[in-house]
């Protein structure tokens, strides 16, 4: 199996039948394009940058290991979030860390485009950092559920699949979890 | 392009200016839309270098490349020579087991004639009250070789089974050793008896 030309976005599936194929440099493009959010995820748990890196490499080694089990027309990134959860889960039963994020993680970028605007990026980070920090007084399942379903995109399905939840169940946390936030926020 | 003024233009930030405002639902979705577009740290160069020299070295499972591997298509070519060769080193072997088959058969044959002859001795006496046959074949011992008549026969019977070979034997009728009297082809057992000469088989197994 061969993959299309050019930097055309090719298909999860496509993909994954390629690496089982024996094409390994193929998983380097599943790698590139989840790595972020993986990584992400790792931060959120564990407040390290090292152990956030270790946990997202041992989560893409894992989902590669275990590639041939994946089941063919099922979405790949909420599959791959399952294995990265449980991989977060094990390291903080083992490490009993707390999570810890500092604002210095949020920055927003630099410059400015108009006057006036250093200002507002002081505003803009407060937001987000007040936001960070609301985020991680959520429990995980609310936290993560939020994530997935406004920051990754997921839809309530995906969201569920990932978190190992029914689709009611997950249509809650997320409606609690924002409920939850607003309160963290307007106390 | 030209940038847009900020909608709050106070100090206050944009979730306390919502709060206070008292707009869940406006907040409900200015949360989602801040969520969305909540930066997120950079991961690691070494991240994708250190996962693809990793995985590298993994394989799969033996069962799943088994599995694979049968199910991959596979194209046979051949040469007309080939079927040709083929069928020729198929017409040998088909002989080769058809002759060692024969050639085994031929041996069991010769063995066979190996095998026990079964021999009918019988005598006409019917006065007499008991018949033994003795003999080279059973070292001139009358037992158990008793010969049996019914009683409205007037012959003793008995059969033997006895391999090629030439015999000399005699009857014991009553206690006294005869030669078998049907049977003209006697020979003296250099003590002043005569014994009959039985000759069984092939010539080269007498």
Same mark, same amino acid.
């Given at each position: 199996?061969?993959?299309?030309? @050019?930097?055309?976005? =090719?298909?999860?599936?496509?993909?994954?039948?390629?690496?089982?194929?024996?094409? =390994?440099?193929?998983?380097?493009?599943?790698?590139?394009?989840?790595?972020?959010?993986?990584?992400?995820?790792?931060?959120?748990?564990?407040?390290?940058?090292?152990?956030?890196?270790?946990?997202?490499?041992?989560?893409?080694?894992?989902? &590669?290991?275990?590639?041939?089990?994946?089941?063919? @027309?099922?979405?790949?990134?909420?599959?791959? &979030?399952?294995?990265?959860?449980?991989?977060?889960?094990?390291?903080?039963?083992?490490?009993?860390?707390?999570?810890? =994020?500092?604002?210095?993680?949020?920055?927003?970028?630099?410059?400015?485009?108009?006057?006036?605007?250093?200002?507002?990026?002081?505003?803009?980070?407060?937001? &987000?950092?007040?936001?960070?920090?609301?985020?991680?007084?959520?429990?995980?399942? &609310?936290?993560?559920?939020?994530?997935?379903?406004?920051?990754?995109?997921?839809?309530?399905?995906? =969201?569920?699949?990932?978190?190992?939840?029914?689709?009611?169940?997950?249509?809650?946390?997320?409606?609690? @979890?924002?409920?939850?936030?607003?309160?963290?926020?307007?106390? | 392009?030209?940038?847009?003024?900020?909608?709050? $233009?106070?100090?206050?930030?944009?979730?306390?200016?919502?709060?206070?405002?008292?707009?869940?639902?406006?907040? !409900?979705?200015?949360?989602?839309?801040?969520?969305?577009?909540?930066?997120?740290?950079?991961? $690691?160069?070494?991240?994708?270098? +250190?996962?693809?020299?990793?995985?590298?070295?993994?394989?799969? $499972?033996?069962?799943?490349?088994?599995?694979?591997?049968?199910?991959?298509?596979?194209?046979?070519?051949?040469?007309?020579?080939? $079927?040709?060769?083929?069928? !020729?080193?198929? !017409?040998?072997?088909?002989?080769?087991?058809?002759?060692?088959?024969?050639?085994?058969?031929?041996?069991?044959?010769?063995?066979? *004639?190996?095998? *026990?002859?079964?021999?009918?001795?019988?005598?006409?006496?019917?006065?007499?009250? *008991?018949?033994?046959?003795?003999?080279?074949?059973?070292?001139?011992?009358?037992?158990?070789?008793?010969?049996?008549?019914?009683?409205? +026969?007037?012959?003793?019977?008995?059969?033997?089974?006895?391999?090629?070979?030439?015999?000399?034997?005699?009857?014991?009728?009553?206690?006294?050793?005869?030669?078998?009297?049907?049977?003209?082809?006697?020979?003296?057992?250099?003590?002043?008896?005569?014994? *009959?000469?039985? !000759?069984?088989?092939?010539?080269?197994?007498?």
């Amino acid at each position: 199996m061969s993959l299309p030309d @050019g930097n055309a976005k =090719v298909d999860d599936s496509l993909l994954i039948a390629t690496i089982l194929e024996g094409d =390994v440099n193929a998983y380097s493009t599943l790698v590139l394009r989840y790595q972020g959010a993986i990584f992400n995820l790792m931060s959120r748990m564990t407040g390290s940058y090292e152990d956030a890196a270790d946990l997202a490499q041992e989560t893409f080694i894992s989902a &590669y290991e275990q590639l041939h089990r994946f089941q063919t @027309g099922k979405k790949f990134f909420p599959w791959l &979030y399952t294995i990265g959860l449980n991989h977060a889960r094990n390291f903080l039963r083992h490490n009993k860390r707390k999570q810890m =994020v500092s604002l210095e993680d949020c920055e927003i970028g630099s410059g400015l485009d108009y006057p006036g605007q250093q200002e507002d990026n002081v505003c803009a980070k407060i937001d &987000y950092g007040r936001l960070h920090a609301a985020l991680n007084q959520l429990p995980l399942d &609310y936290r993560e559920a939020l994530i997935l379903r406004y920051h990754e995109g997921l839809s309530m399905e995906e =969201v569920a699949e990932a978190m190992n939840l029914r689709p009611s169940a997950t249509k809650m946390r997320v409606h609690r @979890g924002l409920a939850k936030l607003r309160e963290i926020l307007t106390s | 392009m030209e940038k847009k003024e900020p909608k709050h $233009p106070n100090r206050e930030t944009a979730l306390s200016y919502r709060a206070n405002a008292g707009e869940s639902e406006e907040m !409900a979705e200015q949360l989602k839309t801040m969520i969305r577009e909540m930066p997120q740290i950079e991961p $690691p160069a070494r991240l994708l270098t +250190s996962v693809m020299e990793t995985v590298k070295t993994k394989k799969r $499972p033996f069962w799943f490349r088994a599995y694979r591997w049968a199910r991959s298509p596979r194209t046979i070519t051949f040469t007309p020579l080939l $079927p040709v060769t083929v069928m !020729a080193l198929s !017409a040998i072997l088909v002989f080769s087991v058809f002759f060692l088959h024969e050639s085994k058969n031929r041996n069991i044959t010769l063995a066979e *004639s190996r095998k *026990s002859i079964p021999v009918e001795f019988a005598l006409d006496m019917p006065d007499a009250r *008991s018949v033994y046959v003795v003999g080279s074949f059973n070292h001139w011992v009358p037992q158990p070789c008793l010969l049996h008549k019914d009683n409205d +026969s007037t012959r003793w019977l008995l059969t033997l089974q006895l391999q090629p070979g030439r015999y000399e034997y005699a009857f014991i009728v009553d206690g006294k050793r005869v030669p078998n009297p049907e049977t003209g082809f006697n020979q003296d057992d250099g003590f002043g008896n005569k014994n *009959s000469v039985l !000759a069984l088989g092939k010539e080269d197994d007498i």
